[in-house]
C-alpha cells in the first residue's frame, strides 16, 4: 500500500493551504486515515484523523477551528484543508491510514504516505 501526499508550499500567515492524499488501492473504505506533522527538532505529532465512514473527525488541539479532514471513499482520498495557517504550523505533514482499526490512527500500527512540506511565514 502506497500514499502519496500533495499540496504542501509556501503560504504566508493567515492564509490557506489544502493537502491531498491518494491511496495505490482502496484501503480508505475500511480503515481510519489521517494526518500527522514533524517540525524540524520536533516529534511526529498528531494532526487529525477520520473514522472509516466518516461519522467521527478529531482534531489536536492546536489546529481545531481552523483545520478540517475529510474523506472520500470512492475516490481513495483524505483532504485536509487548513485556514487561518499560523508559523507553529510549518512542518511536513504527513498522511496515514491504520492497518487494523476504522475508528483513529495510531502511530505504531500505520501505513505512511511520504510527507509534504508546510511553510508558513510571518
Known sequence: VQLQASGGGLVQAGGSLR???????PIFDSYAVGWFRQAPGKEREFVSDVDWDASHTYYSDSVKGRFTISRDNTKGTVTLQMNSLKPED????F??????????VRA???HWGQGTQVTVSS
Request: one cysteine or more.
Open 108 to 110: 505504531n500500527s500505520a
Open 90 to 93: 510549518t512542518a511536513v505533514y
Open 19 to 25: 493537502l491531498s492524499c491518494a491511496a495505490s488501492r
Open 95 to 104: 498522511c496515514a491510514a491504520d492497518r487494523f482499526s476504522g475508528v483513529r
